[in-house]
């Protein structure tokens, strides 16, 4: 069943809407086919396993590296101060902010299909939050006073400054950490219940038993369940919009042009989504292969998402634009210059390659035949977050390296080691991740179960 | 289904509800107590290589404090003393007492004594005596009792709070700039009345630096 993905989608019987589960499993083979990845592992796993923590060791070595000899081994100079690590924390929050959307936001809106992506797409979020909160750490010169950045009480009797949207970074960035994390793993207990009725040794039993605090799935468990699920997307989803806001204030706020500008929020959180969307594709289109979930993680899933990332694509080609459009339309000589430099200057190659990522290839998914081929729509994903990742490249450097005074205009040239940050933290993302598929069911059984047909109280009639 | 957890199990949620708000209040008293400097500075006493008893010369004979820091009114340091001035006395007094060997050595071969320094600021931090002399800060306010202790030690912790503290209300600490070595001045009459606001002696009013620059330049 795995295999005969239809070329036109099945129907639900009950809603008459694109059935979300093809093939039509029983709830029993549902409940073998998620957990079998987590019950008995394969080949696969490793393969994908050991090289993340070859990377994970990199980013070991680079790290050590950088906090024993300092943060001058990165290749920053004095014009830009912010470089690759600053680039990699907006790339990796962005990342993240696809798992709340697909979770919070199309919750919220009763989006049935986000119930098969919705587990690995916060896993992701998690995951990436902790990629991200790496560089605004790691990237200060002395990492080991990043406490004071907490507003308690001390012997110096200073508090830190809240005037400064790097404060706020913290506040967000943790806090949507935190949130996460709980809507994640409120969503899982009912899935760990599962884990553990089905363990069968004793120490899966005891630990899946302590995590799913004694689930027994009565009415009122789920009476609760839901009431707080709904909360916490209520919750969610404005944390989506402001914490990429702060992320984005981060430039928005100072004076420099290309960064001053009031589009960013909006902007920003639109890039977070289109690239987050790109990331989840990325990892769902080999992931629902390898395991033999295609009839779970559908065409239609795949489609949607590619619809997504089409809106946001759009909407961040519109705020390049309209980026342009005001430095024109300012008539201020800073700004135009900073724009003119963009796509014409030294870091023209940045430009374009961003450009042509982000801009044109998400167009591509207006043709039906790419965005219902998981083989073209994985490369427009690779392609996207290549994109995305050079956008907040261009944006942080291209800004900095020349601003008002010719006199401290630089180029900057990233060393070994903020290479090194960059391919550890997705061995670190990818280890974890790998621990996640090999742990934890990768699909909310219960959510799956609750939009299938056979869910409905009207199944099996015939009005 | 067998169960998998013990009865007892029932009652984590409640050691945890009691445990957690105890182990945060500790954690909270043992930061606050033993990482806190009044906790950790207060009191250090190292020993050092000369017996020098602030006791005996400050207390019991009474001597000025600036005949010795001299230059506590004029410099930013305030000096530890050379031992020629040690030997003003000492060239008379007690010529052959062991204790002053180091002293006696030291004056011949021009070589430092080793003091240890006990009030140690960090580098960052640019303290300076003048300002606090003439604004009629007390030598008690930040050292203590000098003249009752045989082995110098810390009195106050020298945190930045504990500056703070004084330059944001800095009354409680002032007094006639005439009276600043007075060890005594503060059980006197004159300290019970005393307003700083209403001293004629004073031409102009302190002004404590509560911004960075103040101490951190």
């Known amino acids: 069943m795995a295999s005969s993905i239809k070329e036109r989608d099945s129907l639900d019987p009950v809603r008459g809407r694109k059935l979300l589960v093809e093939g039509g499993p029983s709830f029993h083979d549902l409940t073998e086919q998620v957990c079998a990845p987590v019950e008995s592992p394969g080949l696969a796993w490793w393969v994908a396993f050991l090289p993340s923590l070859g990377l994970l060791g990199v980013y070991g070595i680079a790290l050590g590296w950088l906090l024993w000899e300092g943060v001058g081994v990165w290749g920053l100079n004095n014009p830009v101060d912010w470089g690759w690590a600053i680039v990699n924390f907006v790339f990796w929050v962005g990342i993240g902010h696809a798992g709340t959307l697909i979770s919070a936001i199309l919750f919220l809106f009763r989006q049935q299909w986000r119930t098969a992506v919705n587990r690995s797409a916060e896993a992701m979020t998690i995951f990436a939050v902790i990629c991200a909160l790496q560089f605004p750490t790691f990237h200060t010169g002395r990492p080991w006073l990043l406490y004071w950045t907490a507003p308690l009480p001390n012997q110096m009797e200073m508090w830190p400054n809240f005037r400064s949207p790097l404060l706020w970074d913290v506040f967000a960035v943790s806090t949507y950490f935190t949130v996460s994390l709980l809507f994640w793993y409120v969503g899982l207990v009912p899935d760990l219940a599962t884990m553990r009725d089905r363990a069968t040794t004793k120490i899966r039993r005891i630990a899946y038993g302590i995590f799913s605090l004694g689930w027994r799935g009565s009415t009122r468990h789920w009476q609760h369940y839901e009431k707080a699920y709904l909360l916490l997307a209520g919750l969610a989803t404005p944390l989506v919009l402001s914490v990429h806001t702060i992320v984005s204030f981060d430039f928005a706020v100072s004076q420099l042009p290309g960064w001053h500008t009031t589009i960013f929020p909006p902007y920003f959180v639109a890039g977070a989504i289109f690239s987050g969307f790109a990331m989840v594709l990325t990892l769902l289109i080999p992931i629902r292969k390898w395991y033999g979930l295609e009839h779970i993680i559908t065409i239609k899933h795949l489609e949607n998402m590619a619809k997504i990332i089409l809106l946001t694509g759009s909407l961040v080609g519109y705020a390049y634009g309209m980026e342009f459009f005001i430095a024109w339309y300012s008539g201020n000589p800073y700004e135009s210059f900073a724009f003119v430099n963009r796509a014409f200057g030294p870091y023209a190659w940045a430009y374009w390659i961003m450009i042509s990522c982000n801009v044109i290839s998400p167009q591509l998914v207006w043709f039906k035949k790419i965005r219902r081929s998981p083989k073209a729509l994985f490369v427009l994903s690779i392609f996207v977050n290549i994109g995305m990742w050079f956008e907040r490249f261009v944006i942080t450097v291209t800004s900095l390296h020349r601003d008002f005074l010719p006199s401290s205009w630089d180029y900057y040239s990233p060393t070994i080691w903020d290479l090194g940050m960059l391919i550890g933290s997705f061995g670190l993302f990818f280890t974890l991740f790998c621990l996640f598929l090999r742990y934890l069911p990768m699909i909310a059984l219960a959510e799956v179960k609750a939009v299938m047909p056979e869910a409905s109280p009207h199944f099996g009639e015939d009005h | ?217």
């Open chain 2, 1 to 217: 289904m067998p169960a998998i957890f013990p009865r007892w199990t029932n009652k984590i949620p409640l050691a945890v509800g009691v445990g957690a708000p105890l182990v945060g209040a500790f954690l909270i008293f043992a930061i606050w107590y033993w990482w806190s400097p009044s906790f950790t500075d207060v009191g250090y006493r190292p020993k050092q290589p000369v017996p020098f008893s602030h006791a005996l010369h400050a207390g019991d004979m009474g001597m000025d404090c600036r005949y010795c820091h001299n230059t506590v009114e004029r410099a930013a340091h305030a000096a530890i003393p050379p031992s020629a001035t040690c030997m003003n006395c000492h060239s008379q007094v007690k010529t052959d007492s062991p204790r002053l060997a180091l002293i006696r050595t030291s004056y011949e071969t021009g070589d430092s004594v080793p003091w240890v320094r006990v009030h140690q600021l960090p580098d960052y931090a640019y303290f300076d005596h003048r300002p606090h002399l003439a604004a009629g800060v007390g030598c008690v306010s930040c050292h203590g009792r000098i003249d009752g202790m045989d082995v110098v030690e810390m009195a106050k912790p020298m945190s930045m709070g504990w500056c703070l503290d004084c330059h944001r209300n800095p009354g409680p600490n002032l007094r006639p700039p005439s009276q600043v070595t007075n060890m005594n001045w503060a059980e006197s009459e004159e300290a019970k009345s005393y307003d700083y606001k209403n001293d004629p002696e004073r031409k102009r009013m302190p002004a404590p630096p509560v911004h960075c620059s103040g101490c951190h330049r």
